[in-house]
């Protein structure tokens, strides 16, 4: 019996040093991709930024369709409602701290991520789809209503950011938005991965492979979902936020129904139910859609859309997941 106890304590020891060591790696492996990116186009840092916004929006988007099975084509209320808190916290209340103004559109984002989560979550399927297409529209209306908080379709301007620290401007050139928005995707993304492995974590897949099974077992499949997503609006808030203190002005075009579709199309292509699968579509989707459509700007979304179609037939668990999935049977198979 000792025996057993010391190989189950053992074998746990051993997990929990392999996840802190994929952790390290993870964070390495976003380090260096910014890096990268940093070195290779200094003079599209602006792009980057807007790159590492959509990245956040799309992990947020994995944490409720890849981790939890929610069918949604409604996501980007919340990255526009962390938009428009981060730039309503600047324009009209004075607070130009970019760290504050990241805090209130995490703030709008999980508020946002609450009320949708409500909703959404009292449908399933076909229904629940819906249900999120109408949510983005109303938030589109409303913005587009309230203008004098949000500046309607003209979009909110006014939007001015403090140094970072009181030390490094927001240049015209992108560099401090670029290294903060870097700052804060890898703090969200060791943050995820903590939390997608936590006991938390593990129930919300038990409620999408099972949730009958999980409700007989006593716990509360709405709740977590509700909880679950209220974390992925809190993280596409932040996205949003990371927009509005780039750009210093907040569009309606953040809470349209087309962002919410490229978000989840960049998720499919990755993969699902992986943060690097929602990295590895956005960095893909976006590169090769600003590429293609400077080198051939009439015909730019046929050559997209076929990307597209290729990896679905070819690659159906997306880049990141088939590659993954591949390295993981050659590694079991057989010597």
């Known amino acids: 019996m000792m025996a057993l106890t010391l190989n189950s304590s053992n074998a746990a020891a051993s997990r929990q040093r392999r996840s802190i060591g994929h952790d390290l790696i993870a964070v390495v492996v976003v380090a260096a991709l910014t890096g990268l990116g940093y070195l290779l186009f200094p003079d599209n840092l602006a792009l980057l930024t807007r790159l590492i916004a959509i ?8 944490l409720v369709v890849g981790y939890c099975g929610i069918a949604t084509l409604g996501h980007a209320a919340l ?21 504050l ?3 209130a559109g995490m703030a709008g984002g999980a508020i946002a991520g609450l009320i949708c989560g409500v909703i959404i979550l009292r449908a399933h399927g076909l229904p629940q789809l819906v249900l999120s297409i109408a949510l983005v529209y109303l938030f589109h209306e409303f913005a587009n209503k309230a203008s004098d908080w949000t500046g ?10 403090d140094p970072l620290f009181g030390i490094f401007e927001f240049d015209l050139y992108g560099h401090t938005a670029y290294l903060f928005g870097a700052a804060l995707l890898l703090i969200v993304i060791l943050l995820l991965r903590l939390l997608v492995r936590s006991p938390f974590g593990m129930l919300c897949r038990g409620i999408k492979e099972d949730p009958l099974r999980i409700r007989a077992m006593g716990a509360s499949p709405k709740l977590a979902l509700i909880k679950m997503y209220v974390i992925s609006g809190a993280v596409a808030g932040i996205g949003g936020a990371l927009n509005a ?9 953040s809470l349209s129904f087309t962002q919410s ?9 990755g993969g699902t139910g992986s943060l690097f699968g929602a990295l590895t579509g956005t960095i893909v989707f976006m590169l090769f859609e600003d590429y293609v459509s400077s080198v051939n700007p009439f015909h730019w979304l046929t050559i997209v859309g076929a990307l597209l ?14 590659a993954a999935a591949y390295l993981n049977g050659r590694r079991e198979a057989p010597r």
Not at 55 to 62: G, I, K, M, P, T
Not at 85 to 97: E, V
Not at 154 to 161: A, E
Request: proline content about 3%; overall charge negative.
């Open 55 to 62: 990245a956040l929006l799309v992990l947020s988007l994995d």
């Open 79 to 99: 990255f526009g409602a962390g938009a428009y808190a981060a730039g309503i916290a600047s324009a009209h209340f004075g607070i130009t701290d970019p760290l």
């Open 101 to 103: 103004m990241t805090l």
């Open 152 to 161: 309607g379709s003209d979009g909110l301007s006014g939007i001015s950011t």
């Open 245 to 253: 203190i780039s750009t210093q002005v907040v569009g309606l075009d």
């Open 261 to 269: 579709a490229e978000a989840l199309v960049m998720l499919v292509l």
């Open 309 to 322: 179609i290729a990896v679905v037939l070819f690659a159906p668990k997306g880049i990141y997941g088939t």
